[in-house]
C-alpha cells in the first residue's frame, strides 16, 4: 500500500470552499482505500489530508481521473500552501477497504 | 469528529511487534471510523497512525476498553518515542463509516 500525509492551507476565508471541492472530488477513486480530509482547530486556514492507496501506481493514476483534474483546478486558485508531511506504507487497521485491512 | 495524526518510534528492530500489537487492538472500537497504521519508509523505527473519531469522547473512551488497554501494557516496552503531529477536526473523505463521510 502507499500512504500520504499532507497539509493544504487555503487562502484566507477559502477553507470551506477549498473543503467541498475536494470531499466533491473523492468518490469513486479506484484503488483509492481511504481519504480523509480535516480542518486544524488551531488554524483556521490549514486542512490536513491523509490518505491511504493500493498502490502508488493508483495514486498516481487517480490524478488523471477527470473527477479529481477538475477538482484540482477548481481547488488552485483557493490554495495558498501545499505541503507534504509523510509518504507511508500502510500496513493495516480500521477504514481501510476489506481487501487491505492486514497486508504488508 | 475528532482526529489524530501521530508518530511512533518504535525500540530498534521492533517495529514489526510494534505494529503486530497496534493492529492487534484496534478491531471494533466503538466511535472508531479510521485507524490507519503507516511504516515510514525512509526509517526502519518509525510508525505513523492517523485516526478519525465520531468523538474526542469516543477517542477516550476507547483507551479504557480491555483490549486497548492490553495493546498499551504490551506495546510500552517496544516504544522509544511518541509524538503527536496534529489533532484535526475530520469533515469526510472516504474511508469513514457511512454516517461520517460529510459530516461538518
Chains 1, 2 share one sequence.
Request: glycine share 12%; hydrophobic share 45%.
Amino acid at each position: 500500500m502507499y500512504g500520504l500525509i499532507g497539509r493544504m492551507t487555503a487562502r484566507s476565508g477559502q477553507r470551506e470552499a477549498l473543503i467541498k471541492v475536494l470531499l466533491d472530488g473523492v468518490g469513486g477513486m479506484p484503488g483509492c482505500l481511504s481519504y480523509v480530509v480535516a480542518k486544524d482547530p488551531a488554524n483556521p486556514d490549514l486542512i490536513w489530508i491523509t490518505e491511504a492507496w493500493e498502490s502508488r501506481e493508483a495514486h498516481r493514476a487517480s490524478l488523471a481521473l477527470p473527477a479529481v483534474r477538475e477538482a484540482i483546478a477548481r481547488g488552485r486558485p483557493l490554495i495558498a500552501a501545499m505541503e507534504s508531511v509523510a509518504e507511508t506504507v500502510p500496513v493495516g487497521g480500521q477504514g481501510l477497504a476489506a481487501s487491505a485491512r492486514s497486508q504488508g
